[in-house]
């Protein structure tokens, strides 16, 4: 947990303003179209209903499924793939425990690297199976009531087309950034002989496969849904 959760926050603190900007927007759009602003439940649903999908996604796909990817790596590829922070931990304490300064008894000082990758292993695991059954969970239901609610229109209206763009900005940006940390790794890390756990590249690779089918498919709904018809 004490990398998902940095990860997880990071990503949803990124959503927050693109969904405070999708809501001006949709806000304007209102305005200038000549249509009530007046509060409406049925739209403040869909709205909770389209922020929740976002949300369902990240958790279960970004958080989930990508930590899930993360272990595969460490057990296909190697371990110091998928779990470099902890090799630069111990390395970090070996020398600790040499200096003799400042140093302290802690409860895994006494654990050898093998169960120290082990047991990053199984909490890797444990939460990746958690948070992918959450997040599918709460997919599901709201897709499910989405769909229950909205009518052939709304599936084509504003709120709709903000919706997509949001999902595709938030997952363009998650995609770009982890391919640009987890190519570059992955390529030090197959090329150059560097020392176990220095080049850590199952994080951020994890992420970008996880992130681009997610972005193509809000890049694909995107363009059906303000393609003009003919």
């Known amino acids: ?21 999708v809501g ?38 970004l958080g989930g499924a990508s930590t899930l990817l993360k272990v595969g790596f460490g057990e296909v590829v190697g371990r110091e793939f998928s779990y470099g922070n902890v ?33 990053e292993m199984k909490g890797n695991l444990i939460d ?10 709460l997919l599901l239901v709201h897709l ?10 709304e599936r084509s209206d504003s709120l709709r087309k903000l919706y997509l763009i949001a999902g595709l900005v938030f997952f363009a ?20 002989d560097v020392i176990p756990g220095e080049e850590s590249p199952g994080e951020p690779l994890s992420i970008a496969i996880i992130a681009l089918p997610a972005w193509i498919y809000y890049l694909v709904a995107t363009l059906r849904n303000v393609r003009p018809t003919t």
Do not use: C
């Open 1 to 21: 947990m004490d990398i998902i959760f940095p990860i997880l926050g990071g990503l949803f603190g990124l959503m927050v303003p693109i969904l405070i900007i």
């Open 24 to 61: 001006i927007v949709y806000f304007i759009f209102r305005i200038r179209s000549g249509v009530s602003t007046r509060f409406s439940y049925r739209i403040a649903l869909r709205v909770y209903f389209y922020i929740v999908i976002l949300i369902s996604v990240g958790l279960g796909g």
């Open 87 to 119: 090799y630069e931990e111990h390395r970090y304490s070996q020398e600790r425990a040499k200096d003799k300064k400042n140093y302290s008894n802690a409860g895994d000082e006494h654990r050898s690297l093998p169960e120290k990758v082990e047991l």
């Open 128 to 137: 990746g199976v958690s948070l992918a059954a959450i997040g599918l969970f």
């Open 144 to 153: 499910l009531s989405r769909w229950w609610i909205e009518t052939e229109e």
């Open 173 to 192: 940006i998650v995609t770009i950034v982890s391919l640009a940390a987890g190519i570059p790794e992955t390529l030090r890390y197959a090329l150059l």
